[in-house]
Structures are given as structure tokens and as C-alpha cells.
């Protein structure tokens, strides 16, 4: 990092602070839209997250016939959006989206600011901050004399270049961390799943559910004046988790089911969808609504990780949804009597065993990986901080 950002901000209190007036024009151009073209519409993040592409419509879908088209590296400010942080830059592969009225188009005057510094400052607390004091808290829209207003600390030229590409070539090691620690954990999966569908040296044998897990019945009688800590269940083999604390008066449901650890759940509606699991430590004397079938496992016959690992894998969800009642696909509901007739392949006793100690570490070293990735997650945040700090 340059010496300035080296001493963690001490003489950055000698860059000036400019609005944004000075180095940003207002662009405000529309075009009509042609109903034999098509047209890439793009959007703004929240939380300064960035442009992205929102959609590819032909010119008949877009209700409103004026709209402004964007330009890559442009400064673009949702009018709505922007104190949750919906602003960003046009990246390039987007030069020609279209955007509303909704939206306001800046240019950038590069002679005094450089487009990534401008791009990094915009995430900082410190402009954020000055995003949601504009206006009152009844009308959330900004309008563009508000962000031209906004101001931006201004060192030269060449120094903003050099604090850009240090803050550039950090964010690309970081992202090298979460992509190692993603194929690590990838390759572990992998490992899992071939233990369980292809063991080495033996012929696996197909099971029903039905000679594996034995459904519970609902055993809590709802006290209308009482706390419940319910859990859910993620989509995408993403498991079971806490969820909220809700009182008996705020739902409809007579009778819930207090799960423990190591049952196994899902949600009728979401099971086609890879939401299924066993109950973490975490969760046990949770509860579920009736929409939750729960089940204890037999774990004579089939350990609970080798359930886990079987129903978090992605290529089991569309048998789940073949099996699954219902004509619209979002409304599909895998009912537990039909749960019960499904087959899986159920691994030798010994070879669970083994697919049991495995699956163990792995979690553990995913929850070593959990924690580097948030400590790798705040890098750049305290680094942006680091260095505008001093001059906010």
C-alpha cells in the first residue's frame, strides 16, 4: 500500500473533499423503445454490491416505451434504492442496458477522479452515511442534486490509481481463499457421495424409507400464550437451522413436533427442492409445524450422516420432485407416505462407519473454513476503511 495508507491513514486528512458536482455530470437521456428489438436491462445491488444484468426482454415486454440507456463506467443511483446502498458502476459488458426514470445516469470526468476509486469510495460506511441523512425517513427517495451533493475525498491522480490497484489486488486473493476453500470442500463432498452410491467392493443395496425412518406424530399442543424457537429448513442441501421465536397466538397451527438431534425433517412444499436434513445439535428441542414431517432414523440399518449426505446431493432432488403431487411446480408437496416408498442405496454397516468418521471431519473442517471465510470476508471492508477513515 501506498506510505499513506501504510501508516493506516495518517495524511489523508490533506486530500480535499470535493462534491461530486465537481468530478460527476448528470446524464438525463431517453430513448424510445422499439418493440422489434431487444433490450438488456440492468439493476442496481443493495449494500453497494454493483450493477448487474436483470433480465433480456424483447421490446413488447417494457411497459414504459421511454427509458435511458446506460454507458459503461458510468456512475449509475437508484432513486429508491439508493439509501440501502443501490448504487455502482456500469461495468462495461453492460454499456447499452437500459434503465427507468428510476434511475439517474452519471459521467464520470476521469481527468480528476478515477472510475475504481470513485467505485471503492461508494462502498465505504462513510458515503453510505451520507446516502441515508439525505431527506427524511418519510420520503426515501433521493433525486440527483442530492448525489451530486454528495462529497469525496480527492487525492491526486496517480495516488487514487495506486490505492485502487492496491485494494484491487487484495480483493483478488481474497476471492483466491474462498475459491481454494470451495474446491476443498467440493472435493470432500465428492469423496462422501462416491463412499455412499459407489463403494469400493461391494454391491450397494436399494432400501425404502419406510425400512430406515419412522415418522413422528405431532407432540406439542399449542398454548396460545406461549414461545416456540421453531427451525426450518434450507433449499439446496443447505440443511436445518435455527429459526425464529414465535408465540402460539401467531400461527394456526394446533400441534407442532419438537425435533431432536439426529431426527431427520422436511418441509412438504421445499423437499423437491433439496430441503431435507438431520437435525443439528443446534437445534434440538426445536419445533416444526405439521408442514415438517419428522422422522427417527433406524441406526441399525442406516446412519444418520449417510441420510445427510444422500439428500443433500443435487441429483436426488429431481427424483424428489418427480414423486412430489401437485400440478404447479412451485406448490409441489412431497407427502410422507409417499416419502416412505422412495429407495435409496444403503452402504454396509462397516462402510457407513467409515462414511460416518469422514463425514465428521469434514464438518469440522468446514467449520474451521466458516471462520477463515469471514475473516477473509472482512478484508477489504477494514482495508476501505483503513484508508478513507482519516479523511471522512
Not at 127 to 137: D, I, L, N, S
Not at 185 to 190: K, S, Y
Not at 191 to 207: C, D, I, N, S
Not at 306 to 326: N, Q
Request: glycine share 6%; hydrophobic share 40%.
Amino acid at each position: 500500500m501506498d506510505s499513506q495508507a501504510q501508516n493506516g491513514g495518517r495524511g489523508m486528512k490533506s486530500w480535499p473533499r470535493v462534491p461530486l458536482g465537481q468530478v460527476l455530470r448528470h446524464r438525463k437521456e431517453f430513448i424510445q423503445i422499439d418493440d422489434t428489438q431487444r433490450y438488456k436491462r440492468c439493476r442496481v445491488q443493495l449494500h453497494a454490491k454493483g450493477v448487474v444484468l436483470r433480465d433480456l426482454v424483447p421490446g413488447t415486454d417494457i411497459k414504459t416505451k421511454r427509458q435511458q440507456v446506460c454507458q459503461g463506467g458510468e456512475f449509475l443511483v437508484a432513486e429508491i434504492d439508493a439509501k440501502v446502498g443501490g448504487f455502482g458502476l456500469v461495468p462495461e459488458e453492460l454499456d447499452g442496458a437500459i434503465v427507468s426514470s428510476h434511475y439517474f445516469l452519471f459521467e464520470i470526468d476521469e481527468s480528476r477522479i478515477s472510475r475504481g476509486f470513485l467505485d471503492q469510495y461508494c462502498r465505504t460506511r462513510g458515503f453510505r452515511e451520507q446516502v441515508e441523512a439525505q431527506g427524511t425517513t418519510n420520503y426515501a427517495a433521493i433525486r440527483p442534486a442530492d448525489v451530486l451533493g454528495y462529497s469525496v475525498p480527492l487525492p491526486p491522480l496517480a495516488e487514487q490509481i495506486s490505492i485502487v490497484a492496491r485494494l484491487n489486488t487484495l480483493a483478488y486473493k481474497a476471492r483466491q481463499v474462498t475459491d481454494n476453500l470451495d474446491a476443498i470442500e467440493a472435493n470432500a463432498d465428492a469423496l462422501l457421495r462416491a463412499f455412499v452410491f459407489h463403494p469400493t467392493g461391494e454391491q450397494v443395496a436399494m432400501r425404502k424409507m419406510s425400512e430406515l425412518i419412522t415418522q413422528r406424530q405431532p407432540d406439542v399442543v399449542v398454548d396460545r400464550l406461549q414461545e416456540y424457537p421453531f427451525a426450518g429448513v434450507y433449499s439446496f442441501g443447505r440443511g436445518v437451522f435455527p429459526s425464529t421465536i414465535r408465540v402460539g397466538s401467531e400461527f394456526v397451527y394446533d400441534r407442532l413436533s419438537t425435533l431432536r438431534t439426529g431426527d431427520f425433517t422436511y418441509p412438504k412444499l421445499m423437499a423437491w427442492e433439496g430441503a431435507l436434513g438431520i437435525v443439528p445439535p443446534e437445534c434440538d428441542g426445536r419445533v416444526v409445524s405439521p408442514e415438517f414431517p419428522v422422522f427417527s432414523i433406524d441406526c441399525e440399518r442406516v446412519l444418520p450422516e449417510v441420510l445427510d449426505i444422500y439428500f443433500r446431493t443435487p441429483t436426488v432432488w429431481p427424483d424428489l420432485a418427480e414423486i412430489s403431487g401437485g400440478t404447479n411446480m412451485r406448490r409441489r408437496r412431497l407427502q410422507p407416505s409417499t416419502f416412505m416408498n422412495y429407495e435409496m442405496p444403503i452402504p454396509s454397516m462397516p462402510t457407513q462407519r467409515k462414511i460416518q468418521k469422514l463425514y465428521k471431519y469434514t464438518q469440522a473442517l468446514k467449520a474451521q473454513h466458516a471462520l477463515t471465510r469471514a475473516a477473509n470476508t472482512a478484508l477489504v471492508p477494514a482495508m476501505l476503511h483503513r484508508v478513507f477513515s482519516a479523511a471522512a
